[in-house]
């Protein structure tokens, strides 16, 4: 079964009570929940992490680099300012897809700028957990 890993950044471990007016009133377990239930719909396995760190971010996206996965990874706040965390994403050589619960595009100029989308074979936004399940779906079709 082929295995995709879900990364997610700093506060997203607040979901649920973080500004559920933007984000949803879904927590992170809730959304990890619902990604591998559509994973095993899809035939894929499922490792969903978060963290605060930057440091743990990169270290996970080396260990996908060398294992050869596919990544979603909604990088929170660092998508749009860590070089750190771009670098480590030019490493990939499976298919990286770049997800957020809201639309940062519709928000404050500072969320505009993406180091991230570059990489990315395609960014899904706005669509709160069912961009991370629009996603599964798009590593499913790729992989046909
Ligand atoms: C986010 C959007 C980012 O601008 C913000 O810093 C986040 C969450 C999203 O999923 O909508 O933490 O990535």
Not at 36 to 42: C, F, I, M, S, V
Not at 45 to 70: M, V
Not at 88 to 115: G, K, Q
Request: aromatic share 6%; charged share 20%.
């Amino acid at each position: 079964m082929k295995k995709v890993l879900i990364l997610n950044g700093p506060n997203l471990d607040k979901l649920g009570t973080r500004e559920p007016e933007i984000y949803g009133s879904l927590t992170i377990s809730e959304i990890s929940d619902q990604c591998k239930k559509r994973g095993q719909a899809l035939g894929l396995e499922i490792d969903f992490r978060q963290s605060n760190s930057e440091t743990d971010l990169i270290e996970w996206l080396h260990e996908a680099a060398s294992g050869k996965l596919p990544v979603i990874m909604n990088p929170a706040a660092f998508t749009h300012y860590s070089v750190a965390i771009r670098d480590a994403a030019a490493l990939l050589v499976e298919p990286l897809i770049e997800v957020h619960i809201s639309n940062p595009l519709a928000r404050e100029e500072f969320r505009h700028t993406s180091l991230i989308s570059g990489l990315a074979k395609g960014t899904i936004s706005g669509f709160g957990v069912n961009s991370y399940l629009m996603a599964l779906d798009a590593i499913a079709i790729e992989m046909q």
